[in-house]
């Protein structure tokens, strides 16, 4: 680490002050008064006692070997030293200014032990005087003999030409660096009615050549070659202007007197600061890895004040950053510019191995729109099924009526049937028509019977009894996978009272297998409807419709064009553990799980909002926040105990992890039986319960939230403390939300 050094100002009480801030600064301590810190020299205490003493000489002198010292009243703080050593900034007793202090945790005390107190430094030194010149006068008939050194304007000699009828003479001095007198040159005669005292400047060069006048008349000089009569600016650092002050002297209308000069010295100079600024470099190329070839070398030149870097061989490096083509990686290496000049010298080992900062994407084409649809009617056959360009608006997507099929449930007449006919419509890639793969027509109930004709009033009866059930139906979809052609038509039973399938086809299963994109083994499935026309059965059975090949994904799979075809017709239901893509566009979309940095849908519907079954993962943007979701979930049967589930998140940048948890115990337990769990976010405890008894077994449920800056963090859940007792399994089903502002 760079030690601080104070700037010196002459002023001792504020060098002392300054001083004492840095070194508190240099040691990570706090000011005088304050707490304190123990350093590698001193005894540790709670304040800073300084001790100050100056020297006609640079020799330190020797550390004080008694210090009484009264902090008691803090208005009149007295401090006694020997060696020459004070408790205030002494003004006199020579040019180097020396401190020493150590801490002391007492208010009133006396120290002894010179060994206590830290290194003495040396605080201040007192600078040197400047240089300066300056040209006296004196009226003499004859000339007047030389002046004696002297620190101002010697007796009987002036500073302006005095008035008078003697001849006027002149004496040229000269007060060197550290020097309080003035060596004066032998007095020379002015001629003339006239004298006028003048200077001339020059920026970063003292080179004298003769020349130049005076003009009585205007009262104007012109100068030497290459000097000025006014100071220039001090345009940039470290620029140095010189003065040269002259006489001259004649005839009131004389224009080009001569003018006689002294010795140059320093007028003013300038000393800026360090300027600081971050360099960085950037290039494209094809491939992860950045050959040797496609580096730069050399050495540059960095201007601050317009950024730029300049020289080195750059070989197609750039400081801005280039736009990125499919494929390409975007490279990018930093310097630090460091100088008090207004340019810096960097070269090539000043700058870091480049990094990959940026990755071109790839574009994926857009989502079929996938849409089912239905029409009703009520009659006593089956109506006409309508032709696959008919009950859609194929602009829209929505169900429109034709003939006798409705959009809505009509009421049905004694003695017909409702039926439903339903088509699945696609719209290619989210834009133009809709397109319909035909109708499938069901019967969805009985007939009534026939309305009887009115009897002859008479007295009220007793109640009637209740009568018979309704019909009922419902539709369930089975799937197998095959490699050698289509399975045949598979059978079912469902019970009622449950809507379980049970004696499926043996190869059949109601979740869909997963297909991979190599493999040569297809996924088929084939459609149950199930009737119970009395509504009073126990259960029925059916044989499904012609199995059909349909298509599930694992993986990333990229649709560049066309349409899903199904049995040779386009189809409408994507079955996906996993679609992703940049922007999914839908009018309804159907899902366990969706996890997308943008979603457009008309209906959003998902199967049921139990935590651990059916979760919609999602990013939101809402009240200028960004909200992100993720389902995780673990088992454990029998094992040791205790259990813990750990979940790494990833924030790329700061926000707030929300976690909501389920943990279900499953087991016998007792009374006494005792268990605990708990809910960590990022290391800390959010949510915390023990429990003893029956009451360790079921659903617990726990809420937690925290700040949290960027990085990988955590969400961790811990089943403990377990006496007693033997659970026989855990589940833990939790959801984590991720929100960035």
């Known amino acids: 680490m760079a030690i601080i050094r104070p700037p010196f100002t002459g002023d001792s009480v504020l060098d002392s002050w300054t001083n004492q801030i840095t070194q508190a600064i240099n040691m990570g301590l706090t000011l005088p008064g304050t707490q304190g810190q123990s350093t590698g020299g001193g005894t540790s205490g709670n304040t800073a006692i300084y001790l100050y003493q100056r020297t006609a000489d640079n020799t330190a002198p020797s550390r004080p070997t008694s210090v009484v010292y009264d902090y008691t009243d803090i208005e009149n703080v007295t401090i006694t030293a020997n060696n020459g050593w004070l408790g205030a900034v002494p003004t006199s007793g020579g040019s180097y200014l020396w401190i020493t202090f150590r801490y002391i945790s007492k ?15 040396l605080l201040s030194e007192d600078g040197a005087t400047g240089a300066s010149t300056n040209i006296i006068f004196i009226r003499s008939a004859s000339a007047p003999s030389t002046p004696a050194d002297s620190s101002g304007v010697p007796a009987n000699w002036y500073d302006s030409p005095p008035a008078g009828t003697e001849l006027l003479w002149a004496s040229s001095g000269i007060k060197v660096i550290s020097s309080t007198t003035f060596t004066w040159d032998t007095p020379f005669q002015i001629e003339g009615a006239s004298v006028a005292e003048v200077s001339i400047y020059r920026k970063n060069n003292n080179t004298f050549s003769t020349g130049g006048s005076y003009n009585f008349v205007t009262q104007t000089l012109t100068p030497p070659t290459d000097w000025l009569i006014t100071a220039p600016s001090l345009s940039s650092n470290n620029d140095v202007i010189y003065r040269i002050s002259g006489v001259t002297s004649g005839a009131s209308t004389q224009t080009g007197a001569s003018v006689t000069y002294g010795s140059p010295v320093i007028y003013a100079q300038r000393s800026d600061g360090y300027s600081s600024a971050r360099v960085l470099l950037h290039k494209k ?96 056959n089956a109506p006409s099924t309508p032709s696959s360009t008919q009950g859609f608006n194929s602009t829209t997507g929505n169900a429109s009526a034709t ?26 890639q989210g834009s133009g028509s809709f397109t319909s793969d035909g109708w499938t027509v069901y019967k969805a109930s009985g007939y009534d019977g026939a309305t009887g004709s009115p009897g002859s009033p008479g ?45 499926i086809t043996s190869g059949w299963s109601e979740t869909a297998p997963t297909a991979i994109a190599t493999s040569t083994t297809l996924i088929y499935f084939s459609d149950f409807l199930f009737i119970d026309v009395t509504g ?90 960004i909200t992100q979701s ?70 617990h449920t726990f809420i937690g ?17 377990i006496s007693g007792w033997t659970p026989t399994s855990y589940k833990v089903d939790t959801v984590a939300l991720r929100t960035y502002r």
């Open 536 to 625: 009073t059965a126990s259960s029925s059975s059916d044989t499904g419709s012609t199995p059909i090949v349909g298509t599930s994904f694992s993986g990333l799979v990229t649709f560049s064009s066309g349409n899903f075809i199904l049995g040779g017709s386009p189809i409408t239901t994507i079955d996906g553990g996993n679609i992703q893509t940049g922007t999914l566009t839908a009018d309804r979309i159907v899902a366990n799980s969706i996890t997308s940095g943008q979603l457009s849908t008309g209906q959003l519907i998902s199967a049921n909002s139990q935590l651990g079954a059916n979760t919609v993962s999602t990013t939101n943007v809402l009240s200028n926040s």
């Open 285 to 380: 190329y094809t491939s992860s890895t950045l050959p040797g070839a496609q580096l730069f070398s050399g050495t540059f030149t960095y201007t601050f004040s317009t950024g730029a870097l300049s020289g080195g061989t750059i070989n197609g490096w750039s400081q801005t950053a280039p736009s990125l083509s499919s494929g390409e990686f975007l490279f990018t290496s930093e310097a630090l510019a460091y100088a008090a000049e207004t340019t810096v010298d960097i070269p090539t080992s000043s700058f870091t191995t480049p990094q990959i900062t940026g990755i071109a994407g790839t574009d994926g084409t857009d989502a079929n729109i996938q849409r089912i649809i239905y029409l009703y009617d009520s009659s006593i």
């Open 459 to 503: 007295s009220t009866g007793s109640p009637g009894s209740t009568g018979s059930p309704a019909p009922r139906f419902s539709t369930r979809r089975v799937y197998a996978s095959s490699s050698t052609g289509a399975p045949g038509a598979p059978s079912a039973t469902l019970t009622w009272s449950t809507l379980a399938l049970s004696s």
């Open 705 to 721: 939230s925290k700040a949290v800056s960027a990085g990988t963090k955590s969400v961790f859940v811990a089943i403990s403390g």
């Open 630 to 699: 993720t389902y995780f979930n673990a088992s454990q049967t029998g094992g040791t105990y205790p259990y813990y589930v750990n979940h790494s998140i990833s924030m790329p940048v700061a926000g707030t992890i929300t976690a909501i948890t389920n943990i279900t115990a499953f087991g016998a337990a007792g009374s006494g039986d005792t268990a605990s769990y708990s809910l960590f976010i990022d290391g800390t405890t959010q949510s915390s319960i023990s429990i003893t008894g029956t009451g360790v077994l079921g659903l």
């Open 403 to 428: 003939g006798t099929w409705t959009t809505t449930v009509p009421s049905t007449p004694s003695g017909q049937a409702l039926w439903i006919a339903t088509t699945n419509l696609t719209q290619a």
């Open 107 to 121: 208010l009133q005390d006396t120290i002894t032990n010179a060994n206590t107190w830290n290194t003495v430094v």
